[in-house]
């Protein structure tokens, strides 16, 4: 008897003016100990379908199913004791936020023994050891101090792991995985991604993980599900929809991981850099107070940084949370004042320049941001908002503006008569494409790409980067493209900047990077990103951050032509190509 | 190449503007419905008053039937000057309703820039604007303006700085919060990456995303100024007679209560059901323009 | 956490002084001392005598600092409406009949309308949540003279169930209480409605469920635990409020409480007694504003135990 029974499965969800049909009829099955991947863009049903099983949806949703059973019970039928009994104890699930998944009055240490409590006859006491137990085969270290923290103290990969140890406290049969990775790190998520495996085969569970990522699907599962609006296109063996997918939509995704672009041309080295960052630094004074002094400590966002950006041409900035890039990024358009060092526009210094006097270069450099919802005024048409950098520049009539908001509308993609749309009524990569028209109406020179696609779906990452790439090539762009993930980069960008806690630890051409990474922070970020074809997935060994520091290049005085240095600085080893190390004699 | 993406967009073809779903939340909610029209009954009543009243309130026409009980002729019967109250209480709806619109009014004016100064520019300026809306917190606010009435010896005006001088803080509070919010939304720092003046932000950007606080901030305001011109009437200090307020007439209506109820109870009900209808129609607004529905 | 202690502490202090400085300054601004008040024509000698003597002809900033340094003493001097006994007696015996009545009335008010708010949050959009919340808005919206008045006309005169008025034996007290209690229930009915509505809808509720806990124990430990912060904030204040005694409920049911001296101080222009009694009553609210700042921090994980990790 399989353990997941799911036949012709449908949810809808009602509201305003009608029902939105969220899961159209979807049947699979799982046996015990087998591991199952849903993959599939947002909308598509994936997280809905599974939160059906444990009658986790809310009120508003309504359920039919001809088979809807977990380890023989239908769920749709169970009362409240055996639905009880079946979440936690038969089906565990980890979700995507462990920030918001765990009750914020309460330690992590009564959270998970109150998971044990609620299945077994156990006192608090003995509960508390079990958890114990639990966080250190999660391999968190200090479990016993853990164990009376508050979620807000600690990391998003810790708290994951913890909500891991918490899933796992009552041994279920299956555990399921709603985007559990999604917003973690690149290496924590490879950490925990492993840890998902290494459980999975411990407790001899079935997994189902449902993710948007084949990457994730490649290194974890058996047999793939792909859904696409609320319906499954495609099912099979994970091997199988790697290398022969059937569906066009399977196709698409597989093909989007796999997008390569040719590196722009024009190699104009002799006239100034677009812009360059000359030991650019940011500082932050942490104020601690202890009854009424107050203490300052120093926080090194982004210590001393070389970046140069040359014509018409993409950078690439990666890096983890905590890296400094994003500051970085910002203090180049200085949306945050840097603490030191120059930025140079074209040649020419801003870093001190009045907000007047700032203004006419505001035209020459502009961003793009991640959040694309928040990018967007919701008070204003898409034209308005188009058009509001000629109306603060003061560039044309109103009529004029207009016409040229509405060009670009096109020019990016939308249809012209979106002018009059709010961006509510937008999907995210279509307010990303008018982000993008915002910033570019004033023709800069420059243009900062803040994460652009990290909120985006994998087909519609694959277009934005797409459109990016064209205008950069039409309009002679230089582009400085921040992101976290490495192989977005790799289809897009010239070069590539590593950064590691406000330093950069490798800088290279975007093919050396890949070919022949230096440092191991570089090779660890490498090693992180998930295999692309199942055939590829393998055991990964982590480096933390003292190990990182320990196996920094060493090179000698010969080969570099520096002084002996103790501290790691930047050396180069090739033509456009420097990594961080330490010089000996 | 591009082509795609069209096809994933969404079906609406109409123009669908914020303030249209706020229209379609507020329109659900049925009490706030009616106490609108209620409210806009009040409203005509209190501009027509003299067409739809026999006499003057101030005229003691009907002395021989003082004290007289609701009839026919006189529908809230007569008070104990002899003067009609149903005229009265219609043309207490005047004093009410314009003390309390006008005090709200002010209450905006000097809420909003001082939330938005407070929400924008954060430390000194909302530190000193913290300490100032503190300072008026502590007080509690009836006394106070019961001081400052004693003070100036009541009259209109004096009630509606009064009233606007404690309606302030409610409006800057939202306003406030609601900029603190949105300052650090990227549209703002895009703006900011383009050059514009903080003064350009604010007005373009954050005040109209205010709307809904400054919309709920001044409808709520209004009971609030229209209770504190009550309440100093009632004790003596408001509106002097004999101008017909609400306030007064209860104080006067309790003395008579036990044998004449309806001095005191019509005033009662009049102001209950003004204030229970701007209420509740300031809080279906603030539902239908809140969208992070709470509980809906 | 002592230090932001500290801080409130002092934050607090300044903020009474300025507001003392404000309303002594504005008392005696007011022009017409407590002579005019009678109809009592006094000669200009002896009236500049009486002034001397309640040293009213000194500089104003000498008075400021002198009364002060009375205050620090519990000495706010002498009420001109009955000149036999200090403000501090006569408040001593005003402040009891406030404190009872409006005292019991937030006690007994506001768990009641916790539990009205836990039932309409629970059972959403059921009958019982539109009953609880029109009663919540019609106590916050009906002014407490309109509900005193109806509770005296209905109960008192019509039904002749209970007395109307006074302070004395506890039946009285029947009536009074009621009407207080009408809005601590109302605003404690809409705040842990509002408040567990929005725990409710947070994700690690999801989660606890997901987790096999059952409705109750999630409900009771987890969501009211989350829930009770904006509630215990709101207590303190409310409390003082109530218990300082409302203006129109002493004067309907003819209670002599701190609300009724204030009026009649207000009506016979007795400073000291009006001085004393808006300082008091800031004093309160002060103390009242600190102790639920302290207690939110206390009952915060994020402010008690800060830091991450």
């Given at each position: 008897?399989?353990?997941?029974?799911?036949?012709?499965?449908?949810?809808?969800?009602?509201?305003?003016?009608?029902?939105?049909?969220?899961?159209?009829?979807?049947?699979?099955?799982?046996?015990?100990g087998?591991?199952?991947?849903?993959?599939?863009?947002?909308?598509?049903?994936?997280?809905?379908?599974?939160?059906?099983?444990?009658?986790?949806?809310?009120?508003?949703?309504?359920?039919?199913?001809?088979?809807?059973?977990?380890?023989?019970?239908?769920?749709?039928?169970?009362?409240?004791?055996?639905?009880?009994?079946l979440?936690?104890?038969?089906?565990?699930?980890?979700?995507?936020?462990?920030?918001?998944?765990?009750?914020?009055?309460?330690?992590i240490?009564?959270?998970?023994?109150?998971?044990?409590?609620?299945?077994?006859?156990?006192?608090?006491?003995?509960?508390?050891?079990?958890?114990?137990?639990?966080?250190?085969?999660?391999?968190?270290?200090?479990?016993?101090?853990?164990?009376?923290?508050?979620?807000?103290?600690?990391?998003?990969?810790?708290?994951?792991?913890?909500?891991?140890?918490?899933?796992?406290?009552?041994?279920?049969?299956?555990?399921?995985?709603?985007?559990?990775?999604?917003?973690?790190?690149?290496?924590?998520?490879?950490?925990?991604?492993?840890?998902?495996?290494?459980?999975?085969?411990?407790?001899?569970?079935?997994?189902?993980?449902?993710?948007?990522?084949?990457?994730?699907?490649?290194?974890?599962?058996?047999?793939?599900?792909?859904?696409?609006?609320?319906?499954?296109?495609?099912?099979?063996?994970?091997?199988?929809?790697?290398?022969?997918?059937?569906?066009?939509?399977?196709?698409?995704?597989?093909?989007?991981?796999h997008?390569?672009f040719?590196?722009?041309?024009d190699?104009?080295?002799?006239?100034?850099?677009?812009?360059?960052?000359?030991?650019?630094?940011k500082?932050?004074r942490?104020?601690?107070?202890?009854?009424?002094?107050?203490?300052?400590?120093?926080?090194?966002?982004?210590?001393?940084?070389?970046?140069?950006?040359?014509?018409?041409k993409?950078?690439?900035?990666?890096?983890?949370?905590?890296?400094?890039?994003?500051?970085?990024?910002?203090?180049?358009?200085?949306?945050?004042?840097?603490?030191?060092?120059?930025?140079?526009?074209?040649?020419a210094?801003?870093?001190?320049?009045?907000?007047?006097?700032?203004?006419?270069?505001?035209?020459?450099?502009?961003?793009?941001?991640?959040?694309?919802?928040?990018?967007?005024d919701?008070?204003?048409?898409?034209?308005?908002?188009?058009?509001?950098?000629?109306?603060?520049?003061?560039?044309?009539?109103?009529?004029?503006?207009?016409?040229?908001?509405?060009?670009?509308?096109?020019?990016?993609?939308?249809?012209?008569?979106?002018?009059?749309r709010?961006?509510?009524?937008?999907?995210?990569?279509?307010?990303?494409?008018?982000?993008?028209?915002?910033?570019?109406?004033?023709?800069?020179?420059?243009?900062?790409?803040?994460?652009?696609?990290?909120?985006?779906?994998?087909?519609?990452?694959?277009?934005?980067i797409?459109?990016?790439?064209?205008?950069?090539?039409?309009?002679?762009?230089?582009?400085?493209?921040i992101?976290?993930?490495?192989?977005?980069?790799?289809?897009l960008?010239?070069?590539?900047?590593?950064?590691?806690?406000?330093?950069?630890?490798?800088?290279a051409?975007?093919?050396?990077?890949?070919?022949?990474?230096?440092?191991?922070?570089?090779?660890?970020?490498?090693?992180?990103?998930?295999?692309?074809?199942?055939?590829?997935?393998?055991?990964?060994?982590?480096?933390?951050?003292?190990?990182?520091?320990a196996?920094?290049?060493?090179?000698?005085?010969?080969?570099?032509?520096?002084?002996?240095?103790?501290?790691?600085?930047?050396?180069?080893?090739?033509?456009?190509?420097?990594?961080?190390?330490?010089?000996?004699? | 190449?591009?082509?795609?993406?069209?096809?994933?967009?969404?079906?609406?073809?109409?123009?669908?503007?914020?303030?249209?779903?706020?229209?379609?939340?507020?329109?659900?909610?049925?009490?706030?419905?009616?106490?609108?029209?209620?409210?806009?009954?009040?409203?005509?009543?209190?501009?027509?008053?003299?067409?739809?009243?026999?006499?003057?309130?101030?005229?003691?026409?009907?002395l021989?039937?003082?004290?007289?009980?609701?009839?026919?002729?006189?529908?809230f019967?007569?008070?104990?000057?002899?003067?009609?109250?149903?005229?009265r209480?219609?043309?207490?709806?005047?004093?009410s309703?314009?003390?309390?619109?006008?005090?709200?009014?002010?209450?905006?004016?000097?809420?909003?820039?001082?939330?938005?100064?407070?929400?924008?520019?954060?430390?000194?300026?909302?530190?000193?604007?913290?300490?100032?809306?503190?300072?008026?917190?502590?007080?509690?606010?009836?006394?106070?303006?019961?001081?400052?009435?004693?003070?100036?010896r009541?009259?209109?005006?004096?009630?509606?700085?009064?009233?606007?001088?404690?309606?302030?803080?409610?409006?800057?509070?939202?306003?406030?919060?609601?900029?603190?919010?949105?300052?650090?939304?990227?549209?703002?720092?895009?703006?900011?990456a383009?050059?514009?003046?903080?003064?350009?932000?604010?007005?373009?950007?954050?005040?109209?995303?205010?709307?809904?606080?400054?919309?709920?901030?001044?409808?709520?305001?209004?009971?609030?100024?229209?209770?504190?011109?009550?309440?100093?009437?009632f004790?003596?200090?408001?509106?002097?007679?004999?101008?017909?307020?609400?306030?007064?007439?209860?104080?006067?209506?309790?003395?008579?209560?036990?044998?004449?109820?309806?001095?005191?109870?019509?005033?009662?009900?009049?102001?209950?059901?003004?204030?229970?209808?701007?209420?509740?129609?300031?809080?279906?607004?603030?539902?239908?323009?809140?969208?992070?529905?709470?509980?809906? | 956490?002592?230090?932001?202690?500290?801080?409130?502490?002092?934050?607090?202090?300044?903020?009474?002084?300025?507001?003392?400085?404000?309303?002594?300054?504005?008392m005696?601004?007011?022009p017409?001392?407590?002579?005019?008040?009678?109809?009592?024509?006094?000669?200009?000698?002896?009236?500049?005598?009486?002034?001397?003597n309640?040293?009213?002809?000194?500089?104003?900033?000498?008075?400021?600092?002198?009364?002060?340094?009375g205050?620090?003493?519990?000495?706010?001097?002498?009420?001109?409406?009955?000149?036999?006994?200090?403000?501090?007696?006569?408040?001593?015996?005003?402040?009891?009949?406030?404190?009872?009545?409006?005292?019991?009335g937030?006690?007994?008010?506001?768990?009641?309308?916790?539990?009205?708010?836990?039932?309409?949050?629970?059972?959403?959009n059921?009958?019982?949540?539109?009953?609880?919340?029109?009663?919540?808005?019609?106590?916050?919206?009906?002014?407490?003279?309109?509900?005193?008045?109806?509770?005296?006309?209905?109960?008192?005169?019509?039904?002749?169930?209970?007395?109307?008025?006074?302070?004395g034996?506890?039946?009285?007290?029947?009536?009074?209480?009621?009407?207080?209690?009408?809005?601590?229930?109302?605003?404690?009915?809409?705040?842990?409605?509002?408040?567990?509505?929005?725990?409710?809808?947070?994700?690690?509720?999801?989660?606890?469920?997901?987790?096999?806990?059952?409705?109750?124990?999630?409900?009771?430990?987890?969501?009211?635990?989350?829930?009770?912060?904006?509630?215990?904030?709101?207590?303190?204040?409310?409390?003082?409020?109530?218990?300082?005694?409302?203006?129109?409920?002493?004067a309907?049911?003819?209670?002599?409480?701190?609300?009724?001296?204030?009026?009649?101080?207000?009506?016979?222009?007795?400073?000291?007694?009006?001085?004393?009694?808006?300082?008091?009553?800031?004093?309160?609210?002060?103390?009242?504003?600190?102790?639920?700042?302290?207690?939110?921090?206390?009952?915060?994980p994020?402010?008690?135990?800060?830091?991450?990790?």
């Open positions: 008897m399989p353990l997941v029974e799911i036949a012709d499965l449908k949810v809808s969800f009602s509201q305003y003016g009608g029902q939105i049909d969220a899961v159209r009829g979807v049947s699979f099955s799982i046996n015990e087998e591991s199952l991947g849903i993959v599939g863009e947002s909308g598509s049903g994936k997280s809905v379908s599974c939160a059906a099983l444990l009658r986790l949806l809310p009120a508003t949703a309504n359920i039919s199913a001809t088979s809807l059973k977990l380890d023989g019970i239908d769920v749709l039928t169970a009362n409240k004791e055996d639905l009880a009994r979440r936690g104890r038969t089906a565990a699930m980890i979700f995507q936020d462990p920030m918001t998944a765990f009750d914020p009055v309460f330690t240490g009564h959270q998970i023994a109150e998971t044990i409590q609620a299945h077994r006859k156990l006192s608090k006491r003995d509960a508390l050891t079990e958890a114990e137990q639990l966080l250190l085969r999660v391999e968190i270290k200090n479990a016993r101090d853990i164990l009376n923290y508050y979620p807000h103290q600690l990391s998003g990969g810790m708290l994951q792991r913890a909500m891991i140890a918490m899933a796992l406290s009552c041994r279920p049969k299956v555990l399921i995985a709603d985007e559990p990775t999604t917003a973690l790190d690149v290496t924590i998520q490879a950490q925990i991604l492993q840890l998902i495996k290494k459980v999975q085969a411990e407790f001899g569970m079935a997994l189902i993980m449902i993710t948007h990522d084949l990457g994730v699907i490649a290194e974890t599962v058996d047999r793939v599900l792909v859904m696409y609006n609320g319906e499954v296109m495609e099912q099979g063996p994970v091997q199988q929809i790697f290398d022969a997918p059937q569906h066009d939509y399977t196709k698409r995704l597989l093909a989007s991981l997008t390569s040719e590196p722009s041309r190699d104009d080295t002799a006239a100034a850099p677009a812009l360059e960052l000359r030991n650019i630094a500082t932050y942490v104020k601690r107070r202890k009854g009424f002094a107050t203490t300052h400590s120093d926080f090194h966002a982004v210590r001393p940084v070389d970046i140069v950006l040359p014509r018409n993409i950078v690439g900035l990666v890096g983890e949370s905590g890296s400094g890039k994003t500051t970085t990024g910002m203090m180049a358009m200085r949306l945050t004042e840097p603490t030191a060092g120059q930025i140079l526009v074209d040649g210094d801003i870093t001190k320049l009045g907000s007047d006097d700032l203004k006419s270069f505001r035209r020459r450099m502009q961003i793009v941001f991640q959040d694309s919802y928040s990018a967007l919701p008070m204003m048409t898409l034209s308005q908002i188009v058009a509001e950098p000629l109306n603060i520049h003061g560039i044309g009539t109103s009529r004029q503006q207009t016409e040229k908001a509405l060009d670009w509308i096109e020019r990016v993609g939308l249809p012209r008569n979106f002018g009059n709010y961006s509510h009524e937008l999907s995210g990569g279509q307010r990303q494409r008018v982000a993008i028209a915002r910033a570019l109406i004033l023709g800069p020179s420059v243009l900062v790409a803040d994460e652009p696609t990290s909120a985006l779906d994998v087909t519609v990452k694959a277009q934005i797409g459109l990016l790439k064209e205008l950069q090539a039409e309009m002679g762009l230089s582009m400085l493209f992101s976290h993930d490495l192989s977005t980069v790799k289809s960008t010239d070069s590539v900047v590593v950064m590691y806690r406000g330093r950069v630890v490798e800088q051409p975007t093919a050396q990077i890949f070919a022949n990474p230096q440092h191991p922070y570089t090779r660890a970020l490498l090693e992180a990103i998930p295999a692309a074809n199942p055939r590829y997935k393998r055991e990964r060994t982590f480096l933390g951050a003292e190990a990182i520091a196996q920094t290049p060493r090179f000698t005085v010969i080969q570099t032509g520096l002084a002996p240095n103790a501290t790691p600085q930047l050396v180069t080893i090739a033509p456009g190509h420097r990594v961080e190390a330490i010089v000996t004699t | 190449m591009t082509t795609e993406a069209i096809a994933i967009a969404p079906t609406t073809h109409r123009q669908r503007s914020p303030m249209w779903f706020a229209w379609r939340r507020f329109t659900g909610n049925k009490a706030a419905i009616i106490a609108g029209v209620v409210l806009g009954i009040l409203i005509l009543m209190a501009i027509f008053a003299p067409v739809i009243t026999p006499v003057s309130p101030e005229a003691q026409s009907f021989t039937e003082a004290l007289a009980f609701p009839s026919a002729q006189h529908w019967g007569v008070d104990n000057l002899g003067r009609d109250f149903y005229t209480i219609v043309y207490g709806s005047r004093v309703l314009t003390i309390g619109f006008t005090a709200a009014v002010f209450s905006v004016v000097i809420g909003i820039p001082l939330g938005a100064l407070a929400g924008y520019f954060g430390g000194k300026t909302d530190w000193f604007i913290m300490r100032v809306i503190e300072l008026f917190s502590v007080v509690p606010p009836l006394l106070a303006a019961m001081l400052l009435g004693a003070l100036t009541g009259g209109y005006f004096t009630i509606i700085l009064i009233a606007a001088l404690f309606g302030w803080v409610n409006v800057c509070l939202l306003v406030r919060a609601q900029i603190k919010a949105f300052r650090e939304k990227e549209f703002v720092r895009a703006a900011q383009l050059g514009a003046s903080p003064w350009y932000i604010i007005r373009r950007h954050l005040i109209p995303n205010s709307i809904s606080p400054i919309i709920v901030g001044f409808v709520l305001a209004i009971p609030l100024a229209m209770m504190l011109e009550a309440s100093l009437s004790l003596g200090i408001g509106v002097p007679p004999p101008t017909a307020t609400w306030g007064q007439m209860i104080s006067e209506g309790i003395d008579f209560m036990f044998f004449y109820w309806h001095l005191a109870v019509f005033p009662t009900i009049a102001l209950a059901i003004t204030v229970l209808a701007t209420t509740l129609f300031g809080d279906g607004l603030r539902d239908a323009l809140d969208p992070t529905l709470k509980g809906r | 956490m002592l230090g932001y202690i500290l801080r409130r502490l002092v934050s607090v202090a300044f903020t009474f002084i300025v507001v003392s400085l404000i309303i002594f300054f504005m005696h601004a007011i017409g001392g407590p002579f005019d008040a009678n109809d009592m024509p006094v000669s200009a000698a002896v009236r500049e005598k009486l002034m001397a309640l040293g009213l002809d000194q500089p104003l900033w000498v008075q400021y600092t002198r009364y002060m340094w205050v620090l003493h519990f000495d706010f001097g002498v009420p001109y409406q009955s000149p036999g006994e200090s403000v501090t007696q006569l408040l001593s015996r005003a402040w009891l009949p406030s404190l009872v009545l409006g005292g019991l937030v006690l007994i008010g506001a768990p009641l309308g916790i539990l009205l708010g836990m039932a309409a949050a629970l059972n959403r059921t009958w019982i949540d539109y009953f609880a919340s029109t009663l919540a808005t019609l106590g916050l919206t009906i002014p407490v003279f309109v509900t005193s008045m109806l509770l005296i006309l209905v109960f008192a005169v019509w039904l002749n169930w209970l007395p109307a008025s006074g302070w034996k506890p039946e009285r007290w029947i009536l009074p209480i009621i009407a207080y209690a009408l809005i601590p229930l109302a605003t404690y009915a809409r705040y842990t409605r509002s408040a567990m509505l929005d725990t409710l809808n947070r994700q690690f509720v999801t989660v606890l469920r997901a987790k096999g806990l059952s409705e109750r124990r999630i409900v009771f430990q987890h969501v009211l635990r989350n829930s009770a912060i904006p509630l215990v904030t709101v207590f303190l204040p409310m409390f003082i409020g109530t218990a300082t005694g409302s203006i129109f409920v002493e309907m049911f003819r209670v002599p409480g701190l609300g009724a001296y204030f009026v009649s101080s207000i009506q016979t222009r007795d400073y000291p007694l009006e001085m004393a009694l808006m300082l008091m009553i800031t004093f309160m609210y002060c103390i009242a504003y600190l102790l639920s700042d302290i207690v939110y921090a206390l009952i915060n994020r402010i008690r135990v800060g830091g991450a990790e």
